[in-house]
């Protein structure tokens, strides 16, 4: 900066001065030095000297030329005039000697004697600043002693004049170096102020560095944060894109899979009809049209072959794959080679007609005797029907019973019909509402288990808090069935259907959980009677054997639409097998026997239970005054006796022993009768189990049953 470059060079300047290479002695005084003594400065006259020495005039040249010829020492009096030379060089303030003008034929002689002075000067000037010896004077004369005192007395006031102004120029020294110190001091201030602001202003800086860092960062997020929105936005449209793409797959492969079911139904249809166009081609069917056996034997062959590749289609498609375009196309072109081989045979037959003229008689004959036999038979299976009536046995439930399931079934097709717009909103508020309460009737009839006695009391409270209307918690939301006019009727609907399905489902798989969705049930049932009527609407649609009823086929009825009468779960893929139809009609027998034995430990009515043990009594009573079916009676029973059997013993007691005892003497053979070979395993079960209860004269509690120590917990 430019003040400090001057600072510096000013310091600079005084250390390369004379006077700053003065060394300083603490000792001057003890010696008796001068303080400045150390200062050797060269003494030499003034310019100015010349312009003096010009206006000596010759008088006192002469005189100074006495005052030589007068000493004693000849080198005296210059001495005098260099001490004199000296002290007005030293006081700065020369004394003018004469005024007398100056002589131009002198100009030489003047020069001379100035150099001549100079030299004098030059030689005596170390000593100027001691005090000189007073000179050596003549005494002989006394103007020259008067001149030496006069020149003694000057120099005096000379060197009193040098000491004052040597004083006034200590003083000016103290007042420049006390002027210099302040200046140094200013000047050290104005550095600190500089560095000050200087360290303000990078601070400064460093501030409005780091706002404009945090500006560019806030930039960076704000960008980042649109980036993000911008990605979000363009995945949210990929996500769509992809749905929509999903719901497009999904549509395709709905339809996909309807044309493949269609293909299906197309391709069992083929097979069928190959099938009968096969069995007209067996030597067994063609016998009658005396077609010779070589010729017989080629179209049976040639129809084995057709129906070897439309099963080998048909094989495919078992495996979970629909038929194809192409597989169609093959099994169309085996049905049409089929019919021509049908038509080649008929063709046969027809040239064969006139051949058989003659056997037409002996045919006719032998289907007279069919008829005949048939309607021998005829006559034998209703006179055994008549003699099973005589003995007490039916095909139906007694009449009153039937009734009771009529009008089970028109309450409920009544309480569906009523839910229809409930069941089937408009508006998406309804719809909203309407999964509400299902999941809050479902759920619950879901989470019931044998974990704990605790956990089951909570779910039966909720479950009849919801049946009473009031709000239960469901889904993290606050349901309630009042909140709808059909809201209680659709709750109640929804959870007697929940309870058959869990028997249907769970209790077939679990035979334990019978008994904790029995007694939940069945304190339902107490409080609520409408829940036990459509639990009973619900079980008897999906298992008429536990009316007990075994429903006719009537005239007209599609054999699907029976066999979902009968309690069979027909699909587009066909008919359920036995074993899975068995396992549910046992699993919904197992829960009708839980029900109906159990009671709700916590409730606080009294009486008898509004379905109980008298209802066991009549559905056993009932199924043995019935004729058995093949598998299903045997099943049945045995799943009945071994939940409810102990409860009906200690209830009924004798009379329940002798009921057992016509199962297994009367009603157990004709059970054996009607059942074949392949289905006797629920038959062997019922057996064992009726040889062992009668021999231990006990039925043992059945497995899963609800103790004291269950509803502790």
Request: net charge neutral; glycine share 6%; hydrophobic share 35%.
């Amino acid at each position: 900066m430019p003040s400090e470059n001057q600072r510096w060079g000013t310091l600079v300047a005084l250390k390369n001065s004379p006077k700053g290479k003065v060394t300083f002695d603490p000792y001057w005084s003890e010696r008796g030095e001068h303080i400045l003594s150390g200062c050797k400065e060269t003494l030499s006259l003034s310019s100015d000297a010349a312009v003096i020495l010009e206006r000596i005039d010759s008088a006192s040249l002469l005189r100074s030329s006495f005052l030589d010829s007068s000493s004693p020492d000849p080198e005296e009096a210059p001495a005098s005039v260099s001490s004199s030379g000296s002290t007005a060089d030293l006081s700065s303030k020369p004394t003018p000697l004469s005024s007398a003008p100056p002589l131009k034929n002198q100009q030489k002689d003047t020069s001379g004697s100035l150099a001549k002075l100079h030299d004098e000067t030059r030689h005596e000037s170390p000593d100027a600043s001691s005090p000189a010896s007073p000179p050596a004077i003549s005494l002989l004369s006394p103007k020259a002693m008067e001149t030496s005192g006069l020149i003694i007395r000057i120099r005096e006031e000379q060197r009193e004049k040098a000491k004052v102004a040597l004083q006034e120029r200590q003083a000016r020294q103290e007042k420049l170096a006390e002027s210099a110190a302040s200046a140094e001091l200013e000047q050290l201030k104005r550095f600190e102020e500089l560095r000050e602001l200087k360290q303000r202003k990078e601070s400064q800086t460093m501030r409005d560095l780091m706002d404009r860092e945090t500006k560019e960062i806030l930039g960076r997020q704000e960008k980042l944060k649109e980036e993000h929105r911008h990605r979000v936005k363009i995945q949210n449209l990929r996500l769509r894109a992809l749905e929509q793409q999903r719901l497009q797959e999904a549509e395709l492969e709905k339809q996909r899979k309807a044309e493949g079911r269609e293909r299906l139904r197309g391709l069992n249809s083929i097979q069928e009809e190959i099938l009968r166009l096969n069995q007209l081609l067996e030597p067994s069917a063609q016998a009658a049209a005396g077609l010779p056996a070589a010729s017989l034997a080629s179209h049976s062959s040639r129809g084995n072959q057709l129906c070897s590749q439309v099963s080998e289609v048909v094989r495919k498609t078992a495996e979970g794959e629909f038929p194809s375009a192409e597989d169609m196309a093959a099994a169309e072109r085996a049905l049409g080679e089929m019919r021509s081989v049908i038509r080649q045979t008929q063709e046969e037959a027809a040239r064969v007609q006139e051949r058989k003229r003659k056997e037409q008689e002996e045919e006719r004959r032998k289907q007279e005797a069919l008829q005949a036999q048939q309607e021998a038979q005829k006559k034998a299976e209703q006179a055994a029907k008549e003699k099973a009536q005589k003995k007490g046995l039916q095909n139906n439930a007694e009449e009153s019973t039937m009734k009771w399931y009529r009008e089970l079934q028109e309450a409920a097709a009544r309480c569906a019909q009523s839910l229809e717009p409930l069941s089937a909103p408009k508006d998406a508020q309804a719809k909203r509402l309407k999964l509400e309460l299902q999941k809050a009737a479902t759920i619950p009839v879901s989470q019931i288990s044998t974990n704990c006695g605790s956990q089951l009391r909570e779910i039966f409270d909720k479950i009849d808090r919801l049946l009473s209307g009031r709000a239960v918690a469901s889904g993290g939301k606050s349901v309630s069935a009042s909140q709808h006019p059909q809201g209680l009727e659709f709750v109640a609907y929804k959870l007697a259907e929940k309870f058959v399905k869990q028997g249907e489902e769970e209790v077939a798989s679990h035979h334990e959980a019978a008994f904790p969705i029995g007694v939940v049930a069945s304190g339902i049932w107490e409080l609520h009677p409408q829940v036990g009527d459509l639990i009973l609407a619900h079980l008897h649609r999906k298992c008429p054997y536990a009316v007990p009823h075994y429903p006719p086929m009537k005239e007209g009825t599609p054999v699907e639409e029976y066999q979902r009468i009968l309690g069979y779960r027909v699909d587009d893929s066909g008919v359920e097998g036995q074993d899975s139809f068995l396992k549910r009609m046992s699993g919904m027998i197992r829960l009708y026997a839980a029900v109906i034995q159990l009671r709700w430990p916590h409730g606080s009515k009294q009486g008898a239970v509004p379905h109980g043990l008298n209802h066991g009594w009549r559905w056993l009573a009932q199924m043995l005054n019935m004729e058995p079916l093949a598998d299903i009676t045997a099943t049945l029973l045995f799943d009945f006796l071994e939940v409810c059997g102990n409860a009906l013993m200690k209830q009924y007691q004798a009379q329940f022993w002798k009921l057992i005892l016509l199962l297994r003497d009367e009603y157990f053979p004709r059970i054996e009768a009607v059942t074949s070979s392949g289905q006797m395993g629920s038959v062997i079960r019922l057996k064992q189990f009726l040889e062992t209860s009668l021999q231990s004269r006990q039925f043992s509690p059945p497995k899963g049953q609800l103790s004291s120590t269950f509803w502790r917990s």
